[in-house]
């Protein structure tokens, strides 16, 4: 078969489709920062992903976050376990701004009591004035080194670093720093619906937790 061919028959092999929103399976997390009164504020969202020790965040310009983080550079990204998406669920429809923003989605309400509202248990931090919700596995202390707006200027682009970590001792192999893999399922947002993670598949070469050449086996096309 020539590579025309074979290339054609890939190109036909898919669908050309506009979808509303690109989020193709990403993390869920909940962002702790401090309003103005002292108070804090809980926002969860779904584009945040991790470099280092650096973790990059998208959240919406005009919400009560980015607000707190033009004013106040720290924050708290809780990565919660999929056993909680109905309380993250109950923070969808509400926002922590006053008055609610012309831009956020119709039926967006205020409210100024997230914590109370979803359930979630307010525990404080050692490093950062925005405080920790206990009922999320993974923790992370952050200060922000860098908020840039989008090219869209509808969004906008948050460098944090983080300064201390927090793990469930049921999630960390006892005696290590390696938080166990098979002990930890984040809560994804797959197209505007909550998954967790299935059976694992394999481990990268680069794996400090490895199970054995019967998983490696898994991990190769």
Not at 57 to 75: K, M, S, V
Not at 91 to 118: C, I, N, W
Not at 204 to 211: C, E, G, H, L
């Amino acid at each position: 078969m020539s590579s025309t061919t074979s290339r054609a028959s890939t190109q036909s092999a898919h669908v050309t489709i506009e979808p509303s929103i690109l989020y193709f399976g990403t993390p869920v997390v909940l962002l702790s920062t401090e309003n103005d009164d002292g108070s804090a504020n809980l926002a969860p969202i779904s584009s945040a992903w991790a470099l280092g020790y650096t973790i990059v965040l998208g959240l919406g310009a005009e919400g009560q976050t980015a607000y707190n983080l033009a004013r106040r550079p720290q924050i708290v990204i809780n990565v919660p376990g999929p056993h909680l998406w109905r309380r993250i669920e109950s923070l969808a429809g509400v926002t922590g701004r006053f008055p609610v923003p012309e831009g956020k989605p119709p039926g967006m309400r205020f409210e100024p009591d997230k914590f109370g509202l979803s359930g979630f248990t307010s525990v404080e931090s050692e490093l950062v004035n925005p405080p920790r919700v206990a009922e999320c596995g993974l923790q992370f202390e952050a200060a922000v080194a860098r908020a840039l707006p989008d090219v869209t200027d509808g969004f906008l682009i948050v460098e944090a670093q983080v300064l201390r970590v927090h793990a469930d001792p049921a999630i960390v192999i006892p005696g290590t720093n390696h938080v166990e893999p098979a002990a930890w399922s984040p809560l994804i947002y797959n197209f505007r619906h909550y998954f967790g993670l299935g059976h694992e598949l394999g481990f990268t070469y680069r794996s400090q937790t490895p199970r054995g050449p019967e998983s490696q086996d898994s991990h190769t096309d």
